[in-house]
């Protein structure tokens, strides 16, 4: 599935597929928004300008993000976070 992400650093929406982390771009870390592919796809030039400044915004950005609400059960998070609280059966 293909979501819709925005980099803070290189100032840039990307429609990526899955729930990525990180700018294909630049490599740094990227937010994901609400907004679908087709509501993006149908704005014009003005309103993806208009956008844009929105998410260069710190306060209007978190308003437009969205947080994966598995992303704590995914590989990518699993391979991340060292299971610090885990009990060994040995």
């Given amino acids: 599935m293909m979501y819709m992400h925005y980099c803070k650093r290189c100032h840039r929406v990307h429609m990526l ?16 928004l609400k907004l679908s592919y087709m509501d993006y796809v149908s704005m014009d030039a003005a ?5 844009y400044t929105c998410c260069a915004d710190e306060d209007q950005l978190k ?24 009990v060994s059966l040995v």
């Fill in 47 to 51: 309103q993806r300008i208009t956008f």
């Fill in 63 to 86: 308003r437009l993000s969205t947080t994966y609400r598995m992303y704590k059960y995914s590989k990518w998070y699993k391979e991340r976070i060292p299971m610090e609280n885990a």
């Fill in 17 to 32: 597929n899955g729930h990525k982390q990180f700018c294909p771009k630049c490599q740094g870390a990227i937010t994901e």
